[in-house]
Each structure stands twice: as C-alpha cells, then as structure tokens.
C-alpha cells in the first residue's frame, strides 16, 4: 500500500514568500516540505503500532518507508515495505490491523498443512516466545525439521538424530523426536503440535484453529498519515519556503 503526499501552496499568508521565488526554488521548497511531511506520517504510524501492539518488533516497526518526493515529483509516499529477503514482509501480517478481518496462512502453516489438516495456529502455554512475543524462529524451524516437514528434504531430521535422541530419553513413545501430533480423542483431528520436556512432562508448543484469526482495525494507516499530514502541513511548508529563501539571500 502506497499513500500519496501532495500539498498546494497557494494560501494567503504565504503570497509574500512565493513572490520572492523562482519557479524552481518553490518547487524545492514543495519536495523538501513533502518529505518533511511524509517522514512525519510515518513517525505517528510507527508511534501508533508501539500503542496498540504487544511489543512490536524492530522489523514490524520498520515496515513502512517514505519514498522522497523530488522538485520534478512533487508527490512523496508512505508506503510499506512488499518485499523481505529473509521472511514474510510486515504488510501480508499489519493487513488484517490495518484493515481488519482475517489474515492469510503464515509459510510455517502452510508447511504444517500436510499434518495439521490445513489448519491455523497458536502459540500454546509452552511454547518459547521472543521478548515481543512471538514464538522463537529456532523452535519453528526444530518443529519443522523432526517432523520431515522442510522444503529442502537434507534439513529434516536424520535417522542419526533420531536415535541420538531415543538414547537420551528424549523421544516421545511411538515417535522419532520430542515433538508430536496430538489429536482429539473420537475424530482424530490434530489439534496441535506438543513436545516431551522431560520424564512425563509434555507441553502444548502450537495449538490448530480451523479458522483464521480475525482482527479489528488497530492501524489505519492511511487515516494516521493524513492526519499527520494535515496537523503539520501549514507551518512545514512556511518553514520550507523561508528555508530557500534564507539559502537564496545567504
């Protein structure tokens, strides 16, 4: 999602400055005025996932960007970030907040879908979560490699590994690794991902949800920015034009 910044300098109390400018230098004040603008629309979104969200991440939080507005382009966007090298971009989750209804199948859902019946997921109560709470990636990637469940087949657990961990009593009866389905008594359906965290002590790590979560708008971007943007705007603008000014007289 992209929201376009512009902004119109034709008000009454600016008339004396913009008749003391050439055309180009307005036009430099009008980008250097956007950018201003913009990069203040993108602080309040960033201010605003602090407040509603549990501990929003650094990645989260860097998931929006202002693309600059130039005095040949005189429009300036927030917009997020549709692309991650190494993971799911902020946007495909912030959806469902900025929007609301439900979100898509994260990758490790689909993943699990061949076990899980093409359910969704929850953390469970012992399930190892970050410091924003969000499930630990190491646990995600461990629970896909016992369970034979990565893309790349040289990832998955090795028989190896299994008997190493059968040695050390660390295997749940009947499996290869600590980790296992556990299903509902009568239909049989998965209804999580559980593990052996020690002699009879097993714990809920992922919980299945048949249906996806749902969510209330908690992040109207394009709301947050405008208002942003239209707070600032006059004085941001006088400031930019007086700026070139002052550049122009030395």
């Given at each position: 999602m992209a929201l376009d910044l512009r902004v119109t300098l034709e008000k009454g109390s600016l008339q004396k400055d913009l008749a003391k400018?050439?055309?180009?230098?307005?036009r430099t004040a009008t980008a250097y005025a956007l950018n201003m603008l913009a990069a203040n629309g993108k602080r309040a979104v960033v201010d605003q996932m602090k407040e509603v969200f549990d501990r929003p991440n650094p990645f989260t939080l860097n998931g929006f960007f202002v693309r600059p507005a130039t005095p040949d382009n005189l429009a300036s966007w927030v917009a997020s970030k549709d692309y991650a090298p190494n993971g799911t971009p902020a946007i495909r989750?912030?959806?469902?907040?900025?929007?609301g209804g439900a979100r898509d199948m994260k990758r490790s859902e689909k993943a699990l879908a061949r076990i899980s019946g093409g359910q969704y997921?929850?953390?469970?109560?012992?399930?190892?979560?970050?410091?924003?709470?969000?499930?630990?990636?190491?646990e995600m990637t461990r629970i896909l490699s016992r369970l034979g469940l990565m893309n790349d087949a040289a990832s998955?657990?090795?028989?190896?590994?299994?008997?190493?961990?059968?040695?050390?009593?660390?295997?749940?009866?009947?499996?290869?690794?600590?980790?296992?389905?556990?299903?509902?008594?009568?239909?049989?359906?998965p209804k999580g991902i559980y593990k052996l965290a020690g002699p009879g002590k097993v714990v809920a790590i992922l919980l299945f949800t048949p249906r996806a979560p749902t969510y209330r708008v908690r992040l109207p971007v394009e709301q947050i920015v405008q208002q942003a943007f239209m707070a600032r705007q006059d004085r941001v603008v006088a400031a930019a034009l007086r700026r070139v000014l002052k550049k122009r007289l030395g």
């Open positions: 400018l050439s055309q180009g230098e307005i989750y912030l959806g469902p907040q900025i929007h997921w929850v953390p469970g109560p012992g399930a190892p979560l970050d410091q924003y709470g969000n499930i630990r990636p190491g998955n657990m090795t028989d190896k590994t299994a008997r190493r961990l059968a040695r050390q009593g660390k295997v749940a009866k009947g499996q290869r690794s600590e980790y296992f389905i556990g299903r509902e008594r009568g239909n049989g359906r």
